[in-house]
């Protein structure tokens, strides 16, 4: 029974979904999009992905892009694209079954994987090259190459490409299990065929990909055929089939489901089913224009012909296959066709050129040797495995030797009962050390829990007091002047008692503006409606305005507002800063600098004062202590020096 192995896209593979017809206007725009961005790895990328994602809508135009990235790459003398390009280029080739040039190309790109050192490029080319050995029925090649890419899979190294993660690796050394349990079952080796297919059955069902365990499904009906259950594999097959019809999976695929599918019923003796399914093998071939697949099905309807002893139409199916199998390099194709028109001949009374052809057929069965090239597939298979079981056991004697070494250094039982006693002592000094570690911690947290229990507190009672001040006590005073401009207005007063009217409503002024600008700075409105960046540009220049200070305030990466809690803590840290070096400092300068880079936020307050005793500050200040809260609070570091020439205070945290 003919299976067709899966040639698979090994890295980055982007399915972008184009239909027949209706998308090759989008086509046509993305490659004029790509074609206008600046020619690098990039652009190469994306041109070699279209390429080949168009093949079954436009196969001029995708040789056309991959041939162009290829140029491009060569170019670039980058050898990661090189690589690349040459790699897809291969796979346009394997589609139109020119096997010669397919791997010429991906050859070329195992030689540009190598020069750069890109192992998991290197092991992509050997999955391709085993891949097309496999269809030209070259399977001691095809046995080297893929045992090599599964040397490169299991090596370690291979996960310090940054663009490799274990999910992808995973991904790719499934494709090759189900590969190897291709190949196994092709030369008749069905416990290894069994146990390979399940290998990459096991990966599929760890991250529940539907469409990926119906895909590997299919081989595993294949080895249930192999073994003669037929009506079991054609089971599964059916099971699964409308899974992989509305899946994205490449019409290729679905063709050799409906070929495979309506050989089984031919093994069954259902006709009629047989030429349903064959006949959608032929029409998905004809689809996406696949020499081999039009004539492999051809010679299928030309079999179901036969048993229906419609000759006419046999015959014509042969000649729709006949130019295909002559030039195939496949000695089983070879074999299956010659079978076919040798009973054609037969049945139809042209004995010699039956006799003919059954020489040719006998000659290719011979070639074939089934038998010695399943063995020599599982000694390289057992030779590889034997591998790395010898570095296990290299890796087994080391320790071996290590522990050999630990007992000869025990002398005795008194040895032995001190190393017990020490180790109960170090047993117990490591848990009394986690304990206190642990006691730390819930220190820790318990500080900072107060220490936002007191920031909620400090800010919900300025708050009240913000707000009693700017209703209450304003309101008060707002009409305290309305009544006294009435009177003012209503009263014949003298010059100087008018004057002294006059003096006490200005007064009144003054005291209502700074009873607003300490409820505004006990909760500034500005902070909630416009945020952290305003509100202290604001604030420093008001300080500026009456202090006489000179305050230098910038920001740096502040474009999105920060969560509502912290912008209040940095505005009152800076606050407090911003008076003590006001009230003890004697400063003429202060520079206030607040950023943010990705997740950390750091403040920065420096003057050129008179400085101070940071320690004994840290002892007796309430306001370096409250400052300490706060940043405690924000789970930052506070980092305060001080000289002659003027204080620095630095606090970083991070948000998240």
């Given amino acids: 029974m003919k299976k067709a192995l899966v040639i698979i896209i090994v890295f980055f593979s982007v399915v972008l979904g184009f239909s027949q017809q209706s998308e090759l206007d989008s086509i046509k725009q993305l490659i004029t999009t790509i074609g206008k961005q600046k020619t690098d790895t990039t652009q190469v990328r994306l041109l070699s992905h279209l390429g080949y994602d168009i093949i079954e809508i436009d196969s001029t135009l995708s040789k056309k892009l991959l041939d162009g990235a290829l140029a491009k790459s060569i170019k670039l003398k980058n050898n990661f694209a090189i690589s690349n390009s040459y790699r897809f280029l291969g796979l346009w080739y394997s589609n139109f079954n020119d096997k010669s040039k397919a791997f010429e190309c991906q050859n070329k790109a195992l030689v540009a994987a190598k020069n750069g050192n890109h192992i998991y490029l290197m092991a992509g080319a050997n999955f391709n090259l085993g891949s097309i050995k496999y269809e030209t029925g070259e399977y001691e090649q095809c046995i080297d190459y893929f045992l090599e890419a599964q040397k490169i899979f299991d090596n370690p190294q291979i996960l310090e490409d940054k663009k490799l993660t274990?999910?992808?690796?995973?991904?790719?050394?499934?494709?090759?299990?189900?590969?190897?349990?291709?190949?196994?079952?092709?030369?008749k080796n069905l416990p290894k065929a069994n146990e390979y297919i399940d290998k990459a059955l096991a990966i599929a069902n760890k991250y529940k990909n539907q469409t990926i365990i119906a895909f590997y499904t299919q081989q595993k009906a294949d080895n249930y055929?192999?073994?003669?259950?037929?009506?079991?594999?054609?089971?599964?097959?059916?099971?699964?089939?409308?899974?992989l019809e509305n899946s994205k999976i490449e019409r290729s695929y679905i063709y050799g489901y409906y070929h495979n599918i309506a050989q089984e019923y031919l093994?069954?003796?259902?006709?009629?089913?047989?030429?349903?399914?064959?006949?959608?093998?032929?029409?998905?071939?004809?689809?996406?224009?696949?020499?081999?697949?039009?004539?492999?099905?051809?010679?299928?309807?030309?079999?179901?012909?036969?048993?229906?002893?419609?000759?006419?139409?046999?015959?014509?199916?042969?000649?729709?296959?006949e130019a295909y199998y002559l030039q195939t390099e496949n000695p089983?194709?070879?074999?299956?066709?010659?079978?076919?028109?040798?009973?054609?001949?037969?049945?139809?009374?042209?004995?010699?050129?039956?006799?003919?052809?059954?020489?040719?057929?006998?000659?290719?069965?011979?070639?074939?040797?089934?038998?010695?090239?399943?063995?020599?597939?599982?000694?390289?298979?057992?030779?590889?495995?034997?591998?790395?079981?010898?570095?296990?056991?290299?890796?087994?004697?080391?320790?071996?030797?290590?522990?050999?070494?630990?007992?000869?250094?025990?002398?005795?039982?008194?040895?032995?009962?001190l190393l017990f006693s020490f180790l109960l002592y170090r047993n117990?000094?490591?848990?009394?050390?986690?304990?206190?570690?642990?006691?730390?911690?819930?220190?820790?947290?318990?500080?900072?829990?107060?220490?936002?229990?007191?920031?909620?507190?400090?800010?919900?009672?300025?708050?009240?007091?913000?707000?009693?001040?700017?209703?209450?006590?304003?309101?008060?005073?707002?009409?305290v002047?309305?009544?006294?401009?009435?009177?003012?207005?209503?009263?014949?007063?003298?010059?100087?008692?008018?004057?002294?009217?006059?003096?006490?409503?200005s007064q009144l002024d003054s005291a209502i503006t700074e009873m607003r600008r300490v409820a505004h700075n006990m909760m500034p409105e500005a902070l909630i409606?416009?945020?952290?960046?305003?509100?202290?540009?604001?604030?420093?220049?008001?300080?500026?305005?009456?202090?006489?200070?000179?305050?230098?305030?910038?920001?740096?990466?502040l474009e999105e507002?920060?969560?509502?809690?912290?912008?209040?803590?940095?505005?009152?840290?800076?606050?407090?800063?911003?008076?003590?070096?006001?009230?003890?400092?004697?400063?003429?300068?202060?520079?206030?600098?607040?950023?943010?880079?990705?997740?950390?936020?750091?403040?920065?307050?420096?003057?050129?004062?008179?400085?101070?005793?940071?320690?004994?500050?840290?002892?007796?200040?309430?306001?370096?202590?409250?400052?300490?809260h706060r940043v405690d609070y924000l789970k930052g570091k506070l980092d305060i020096t001080s000289d002659k020439n003027g204080t620095s205070t630095h606090i970083e945290f991070e948000i998240e």
């Fill in 166 to 187: 274990v999910r992808i690796l995973d991904k790719k050394k499934s494709d090759l299990y189900f590969n190897m349990s291709v190949v196994f079952s092709t030369l």
């Fill in 225 to 243: 055929a192999e073994n003669g259950k037929i009506e079991k594999a054609l089971t599964i097959r059916l099971k699964h089939l409308p899974q």
């Fill in 267 to 321: 093994l069954l003796d259902k006709l009629d089913s047989c030429k349903i399914f064959a006949q959608k093998s032929l029409n998905t071939a004809k689809e996406i224009n696949s020499s081999s697949g039009i004539a492999i099905s051809s010679l299928l309807l030309a079999n179901i012909a036969l048993q229906e002893k419609k000759y006419s139409e046999a015959e014509n199916f042969l000649n729709q296959s």
């Fill in 332 to 417: 089983t194709e070879k074999r299956d066709y010659y079978k076919v028109l040798h009973q054609y001949l037969y049945e139809t009374k042209q004995y010699k050129e039956a006799y003919k052809y059954f020489k040719q057929y006998a000659a290719v069965n011979d070639e074939i040797i089934t038998g010695e090239q399943a063995e020599q597939f599982s000694e390289r298979e057992a030779r590889y495995q034997s591998e790395k079981k010898d570095k296990d056991i290299l890796l087994l004697e080391k320790k071996q030797l290590q522990n050999k070494i630990f007992i000869y250094s025990l002398t005795g039982i008194s040895i032995g009962l």
């Fill in 428 to 479: 117990y000094k490591t848990r009394k050390k986690l304990a206190e570690q642990k006691i730390k911690q819930l220190l820790q947290e318990k500080q900072i829990d107060a220490a936002q229990n007191i920031i909620q507190g400090e800010e919900a009672e300025r708050t009240r007091l913000a707000r009693d001040l700017h209703d209450g006590l304003g309101g008060m005073l707002s009409g």
């Fill in 481 to 505: 002047k309305f009544q006294l401009n009435s009177v003012k207005g209503n009263v014949i007063l003298s010059e100087e008692n008018a004057n002294a009217f006059t003096k006490s409503i």
């Fill in 529 to 557: 409606k416009f945020g952290l960046d305003d509100t202290l540009q604001n604030y420093c220049n008001s300080v500026l305005e009456n202090s006489g200070l000179q305050i230098v305030y910038q920001s740096f990466g």
């Fill in 561 to 628: 507002r920060l969560n509502q809690t912290v912008e209040i803590v940095l505005y009152r840290i800076v606050q407090e800063l911003l008076n003590n070096t006001i009230k003890h400092a004697n400063a003429t300068q202060i520079h206030v600098q607040l950023s943010k880079n990705n997740k950390t936020i750091s403040l920065t307050v420096e003057d050129n004062g008179k400085g101070f005793d940071v320690n004994s500050v840290k002892k007796d200040g309430i306001g370096i202590t409250n400052i300490q």
